[in-house]
């Protein structure tokens, strides 16, 4: 039986009535990862490690737990203690961090076997991949079309039925945009939810990991596996656990979906509209009311954004001096050349333009014009979610105004285009708020994603909500045609 295209819970019977054992899914997972090469989804492999810890998980087989023996992808920005951790950049290109991420950790403890560290845009600033020092990943659905960004390589590999599932990190839109071009499910946390420690910033007050999977109820059972309080990060909630698996099935009924007023929807593609329209009259008829609410801040959702993003970045990326870690410059004149060229060399052209964005944001004369105003917006933003939570349980918008692109046909001139793509994601990170995207459909045989806001904390309404339209739809079963790839 194939080992391609299932998720999580396939596998686990597979495995669990000896279809299967854990050592042959990790073999067949690597080959078909080195068929599927010319996707470019991985940067690092994990061969012998990943079928070592298979044979040892084979021999204690009695001790399996639901993750036991699966095969996952970790995004390249997790650090993997002994594994090449690059973030998709030059400048961490021979980096291999001492320790993993907690996120990881939890997932490998559970006996989860990372088979390797999948491409991204260059620490994962982009939405399309294309930054990435790697080359670009290719959509599973069309070649030479992004997979979205920046968790590209993470979306793809799922896509193309290689893993089941894979980590990914939401910082403005980067779990949920690429899950939506690639037609799978992903969930962008609370945040806090899910601990920041090992995994390499980008924007501290905004970035937020989760998994991406084929579908919510794979989603559920990873981010109770992933998430957790965490005190090696200060901004790790601790708030009590619940199982996220347990209140997947309840009913909709009664339930009330916000449609936001300011995102004018019929400026959208007809058949992107259309795809929406279908979803609310499905999730109609399973009882779910639909109520219009009014963000009125949310046109500055996108350059408040790109305010704060690239002022935390601009510090966050500080580190990287050709000391401490990653590339270093050959033979420099002094000791301000060697972090001048080792920066010119190791980081690519949108990292430079983020840290030289925020570097002027935050310094002395501008700090309360941008990065201070910006925080002031986004409170405000906010507070207009916490207003609209008081009449709906969830908001639905699409997850991306498009599908995929071609490769260099959006952002070269202008990088604001490929800015606009987050328009309808970046509000959940201002705000902190969980978000999912599922697929619901295609237009001209690519996917659209369907995004569901959620309250704090309130993951599990999305994941049901995502759940109970899997049951009720086939859209998350829905296969690309990869003849293209080998
Ligand atoms: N596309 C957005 C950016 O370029 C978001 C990226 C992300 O979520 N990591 O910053």
């Not at 300011?262 to 009259?281: A, I, P």
Request: proline content about 4%; hydrophobic content about 35%.
């Amino acid at each position: 039986m194939s080992i391609q295209f299932k998720s999580i819970l396939e596998l686990r019977a597979m495995l669990d009535t000896k279809a299967i054992s854990a050592e042959e899914l990790t073999k067949e997972t690597l080959q078909l990862a080195s068929k599927l090469e010319a996707l470019n989804c991985f940067v690092t492999m994990n061969k012998e490690a990943s079928i070592k810890k298979a044979i040892e998980i084979d021999q204690n087989a009695a001790k399996n737990s639901v993750l036991s023996g699966i095969p996952l992808g970790q995004k390249d920005l997790f650090c993997t203690e002994g594994l090449r951790t690059t973030c998709s950049s030059k400048i961490l290109s021979n980096f291999i961090p001492p320790y993993s991420a907690t996120a990881v950790s939890n997932l490998e403890a559970a006996g989860s076997i990372t088979i390797g560290k999948t491409n991204m845009d260059e620490f994962a600033m982009g939405s399309s991949n294309e930054t990435s020092f790697f080359g670009n990943v290719h959509n599973p659905w069309k070649k030479g079309y992004v997979p979205g960004g920046s968790s590209g390589g993470s979306a793809a590999s799922v896509a193309a039925g290689i893993i089941p599932a894979a980590t990914g990190t939401d910082t403005g839109g980067s779990i949920r945009q690429p899950a939506a071009h690639c037609g799978i499910t992903g969930i962008k946390p609370t945040y806090g939810r899910v601990s920041r420690w090992g995994m390499i910033a980008f924007a501290s007050s905004l970035d937020q990991a989760g998994p991406l999977a084929r579908t919510a109820e794979d989603c559920a059972i990873l981010l109770n596996i992933m998430s957790g309080h965490d005190p090696k990060d200060t901004t790790s909630l601790d708030v009590e656990s619940h199982d996220l698996t347990q209140s997947l099935n309840k009913s909709l009924k009664g339930l009330k979906f916000g449609i936001v007023k300011e995102f004018n929807l019929g400026d959208l593609d007809t058949e992107v509209q259309k795809r929406f329209e279908d979803s609310k009259v499905l999730y109609e008829s399973l009882g779910v009311e639909f109520v219009e609410v009014s963000l009125p801040n949310i046109s500055a959702s996108v350059p408040t954004y790109y305010s704060i993003a690239p002022a935390e970045c601009s510090s966050n990326l500080s580190r990287f001096d050709g000391i401490k870690f990653g590339h270093r410059t050959e033979q420099p004149k002094d000791l301000a050349d060697l972090y001048i060229k080792s920066r010119s060399e190791g980081f690519g052209d949108e990292v430079k333009r983020r840290i030289l964005i925020g570097t002027y944001a935050l310094s002395a004369g501008y700090y309360d014009a941008y990065y201070k105003k910006a925080q002031q917006v986004r409170r405000l933003i906010k507070n207009d979610f916490e207003n609209a939570f008081n009449s709906v349980d969830l908001i639905m918008t699409p997850t991306s105004p498009n599908t995929a692109f071609g490769f260099g046909s959006k952002g070269s001139q202008n990088p604001v285009e490929l800015y606009l793509e987050d328009l309808f994601t970046i509000s959940a990170n201002l705000a902190g708020l969980p978000a999912i995207s599922i697929p619901h459909g295609t237009v001209s045989s690519l996917p659209v994603g369907l995004q569901l806001i959620g309250n704090f904390l309130r993951e599990d309404q999305i994941l049901n909500a995502g759940h109970i339209f899997q049951q009720h739809s086939e859209f998350h079963l829905m296969k690309p045609n990869m003849e293209d790839f080998g």
